[in-house]
């Protein structure tokens, strides 16, 4: 019998997955045997709790909270405030004071109806992947200026307590990138306000290294706040190529199981700082990179499209 994730890394840090409520049941026996956290991959995202009318719509979101309370594993909440799938065109009809006094409504009901989260994601991918712009375009941005992340964290710390927050980023990587990154969350840390950073990692090897992995590692632990993976995937083929997986070379599928066993090496060794590796779905046939920027088939996650253990599995379970 092989080792599941969970047992394979109990000295190390909580292996979780994304879930979907179209999907979950069918891989259920899975999830609870081989994670032990879970994170709603869209359904506790402000546009997905809020109809049109921004009326609460939590039937989907309570669904699934329940299936992991009831299972003893923990979730990670996700997320507060984003750019995307946030009814941003509605949002932008408010003035400042109305979106504030909207924004502590939503923090407040939806952070204490899931009180039992292991942490929220506040605010979600704030920084610009342009070098020369800090903050990305977004209507949080535009109603509230340059510091709405600082004011969003302090008025999550003051309505929600108990709750532990995260600042949660992508293409951290990406050198530019990820000093603004450490640039913001420095300053976040410096007024006590946040407690986790997660560093997404839909990771392309078409576009960093081992090395630059590494070095990302280094420099988010350096800050000496709790680290958590929280969106793991590395696709194949990478999500800019439209090959669909099954015609990929032996050589090819070879090389992404390397990356999967080096990348995991590299995650054990910061495993003091590291609280959790979520990866984003629980099998192939759920991964959202199947279509991201095209339709076709992928394979990004650690069980295949028939829901077995495939060879990146294998690769990360044995050390
Ligand atoms: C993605 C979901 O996986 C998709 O199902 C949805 O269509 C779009 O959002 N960064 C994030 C996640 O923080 O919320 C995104 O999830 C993937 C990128």
């Keep these: 019998m092989m080792k599941t994730l969970k047992e394979a890394y109990r000295d190390y840090f909580k292996i979780g997955a994304a879930i979907s409520h179209w999907s979950y049941r069918s891989v259920a026996d899975l999830i609870v045997s081989q994670f032990d956290s879970v994170t709603c991959e869209n359904e506790m995202k402000l546009g997905s709790l809020r109809g049109e009318d921004f009326a609460y719509h939590f039937e989907r979101a309570d669904e699934m909270y329940r299936f992991a309370m009831d299972h003893g594993i923990e979730m990670r909440g996700h997320n507060l405030i984003w750019h995307q799938q946030s009814r941003a065109d509605q949002l932008k009809e408010m003035s400042s004071e109305q979106l504030l006094r909207f924004v502590e409504d939503h923090m407040l009901i939806v952070g204490k109806r899931y009180s039992g989260l292991s942490c929220w994601d506040v605010v979600n991918e704030a920084v610009s992947d342009r ?10 941005k535009e ?29 951290e990587f990406i050198p530019s990138k990820r000093k603004n990154i450490l640039k913001l969350v420095s300053m976040l840390k410096a007024e006590g306000v946040i407690d986790a950073i997660g560093l997404q990692g839909h990771i392309r090897p078409k576009v960093c290294s081992i090395d630059d992995l590494k070095r990302t590692m280094d420099e988010y632990a350096a800050l000496g706040l709790p680290l958590q993976v929280t969106e793991l995937d590395i696709g194949l083929p990478d999500m800019d190529d439209p090959t669909p997986v099954e015609q990929v070379t032996t050589e090819e599928r070879e090389k992404h199981t390397k990356f999967y066993r080096d990348y995991f090496a590299l995650l054990r060794d910061y495993h003091e700082a590291l609280e959790s590796v979520t990866l984003w779905g629980v099998a192939d046939d759920m991964s959202w990179l199947n279509y991201f920027r095209q339709r076709r088939n992928c394979s990004a996650l650690l069980f295949g499209r028939d829901h ?12």
């Design 131 to 140: 070098p020369d712009e800090f903050m990305r375009d977004s209507v949080w």
């Design 308 to 319: 077995q253990p495939n060879d990146a599995y294998g690769a990360i379970i044995d050390f």
């Design 143 to 171: 109603k509230f200026g340059e510091d709405f992340v600082l004011r969003f964290f302090t008025l999550a710390r003051n309505l929600l307590p108990g709750a532990r927050l995260v600042y949660n980023d992508y293409n």
